[in-house]
C-alpha cells in the first residue's frame, strides 16, 4: 500500500527578496567581521559574506560562486558541525566571537537546535543568528527525509525543507529572551535571532526534552498558517533601512 499524501494547507508564496538577496543586505547593513556558515554546498550564501569566514560542510561541491572574492581569510571545514564544534573553536580561528552567522545545514530540527546552541556560544551580544527554511509554504516540503511522492506536487516542486520549521517554535516557548525577526523571504522564509546570550546553557540542559517534544510534530497537523501566524514574518524591505533594522534587532 503505497503512503498517504498528507493534508495539505498550503500559504500564498513568499512576497519578498530572495534569501540569498537578504543575505547581501544583511551583510551590508550590519558589516560583521567574522562570519560563520554552516551548510554550504556550492557557495551561494558564502559568496554574499565579506567577512573574515567560517565554511562548515560534511561534502561541499565544487563552487559555482566566486567564495573567496572580498574575503580577508575563509576557513574551510569539510565535516559534520556537531565534530567541528567538538573539535575547533571559532573564537580563536577568527581572533574573536562571530558576528553574523547562517545555519542551513542538516534539515532536521534536531540537528538545527544543536547548531543554534553551539553557534550562540560563540557569539556576543549583539551577534546575529540566521535560520534558513523554516517559513515553509507548504508541508508537502517538509518531511524528515525527502519523500519524492510528495516533494514532486510542492508549490516549490523538489524543494526539501525539512522540518526545521520547529525550531523557531521551539525558541519562543523557551526563550523568550531572544529576539526573533521571520521574513517573507523566497522560497522558505529567513528568521534573525538576535539578543543571545553566549552564557546561556539553558537549550542543552532541556535538549532532549525539546526534542521529544517535537519529534513527531508534523507540519500538517500543527497548521501552515498556525506557524505563520506564530512566526509573523515582516517585509524584507526592512532589510533595506540599516538603522530601523539595528533597532528591530537591539532595541
Not at 557557495?43 to 563552487?63: C, H, K, T, W
Not at 527525509?145 to 526545521?164: I, K, L
Not at 522560497?187 to 542543552?204: E, F
Request: net charge negative; glycine share 6%.
Amino acid at each position: 500500500m503505497s503512503e498517504a499524501a498528507p493534508r495539505v494547507e498550503v500559504m500564498p508564496f513568499h512576497a519578498g527578496a530572495e534569501y540569498v538577496d537578504c543575505l547581501s543586505k544583511l551583510h551590508a547593513a550590519l558589516e560583521p567581521a567574522r562570519y560563520l556558515e554552516i551548510g554550504v554546498w556550492k557557495g551561494e550564501s558564502l559568496a554574499r559574506a565579506r567577512a573574515a569566514s567560517i565554511a562548515v560542510d560534511p561534502n561541499f561541491q565544487q563552487p559555482e560562486f566566486d567564495v573567496l572574492s572580498g574575503k580577508p581569510e575563509c576557513h574551510f571545514f569539510q565535516c559534520e558541525s556537531d565534530g567541528f564544534f567538538a573539535r575547533h573553536d571559532p573564537v580563536a580561528i577568527l581572533g574573536g566571537p562571530v558576528d553574523l552567522a547562517f545555519l542551513d545545514g542538516m534539515h532536521r530540527f534536531e540537528f538545527l537546535l544543536r547548531d543554534f546552541a553551539n553557534t550562540e556560544r560563540v557569539c556576543h551580544p549583539r551577534s546575529v543568528i540566521v535560520l534558513h527554511d523554516c517559513l515553509p509554504v507548504d508541508p508537502r516540503i517538509t518531511n524528515r527525509d525527502q519523500a519524492e511522492q510528495f516533494r514532486a506536487e510542492a508549490v516549490v516542486p523538489g524543494w526539501w525543507a525539512g522540518d526545521v520549521w520547529k525550531l523557531p517554535v521551539l525558541l519562543k516557548r523557551h526563550r523568550p529572551d531572544l529576539t526573533m525577526i521571520a521574513f517573507d523571504a523566497p522560497p522558505t522564509g529567513l528568521i534573525l535571532i538576535a539578543r543571545l546570550d553566549p552564557a546561556s546553557r539553558s537549550l542543552n540542559e532541556r535538549y532532549a526534552a525539546m526534542v521529544e517534544s517535537m519529534m513527531t510534530a508534523d507540519l500538517a497537523d500543527f497548521g501552515t498558517a498556525r506557524l505563520f501566524d506564530e512566526l509573523a514574518p515582516r517585509s524584507t524591505a526592512l532589510l533595506d533601512d540599516p538603522a530601523a533594522l539595528r533597532a528591530a534587532l537591539f532595541g
